[in-house]
């Protein structure tokens, strides 16, 4: 019981004692950020994007878990720094749409993008 009355009575004694230590005042420094200057995929055509990520490791295991399910999809750098895994060259919306329902039932992110 003692234990617990002595730690009750060090938190105010710490905070007061917090009071009186001098303050610094540090400037941040600004950060720039890179601009993305990668130019737009403007071929046209319709794709099916599975996912982007910052490693060709982790995209090409996107790529493999596609391929399990019967899909072709590449990993391709995407400017930035990162990779895009994505069923490409598909000529309509209606054709792409379909294959997005075919990846999200077999369990993997997917969505739609004019390329």
Known sequence: ???IVLRRAAVPL?????MFLPVTAVAA???????????????????VVLG?????????????????KSLTAVAEANGCGSYEVAIEGLKTQKVA?????KA????LHASVEHS
């Open 1 to 3: 019981m003692d234990a």
């Open 14 to 18: 710490v905070a007061a004692a917090a």
């Open 29 to 47: 420094t600004p950060h720039k950020a890179k601009a993305c200057t990668e130019k737009a995929d403007k071929a046209g055509n319709w794709e």
């Open 52 to 68: 982007t990520k910052h490693t060709l490791k982790s995209a090409n295991a996107i790529v493999a878990s596609a391929k399990l």
């Open 97 to 101: 749409m379909t294959m997005e329902t």
């Open 104 to 107: 999200r039932a077999d369990g």
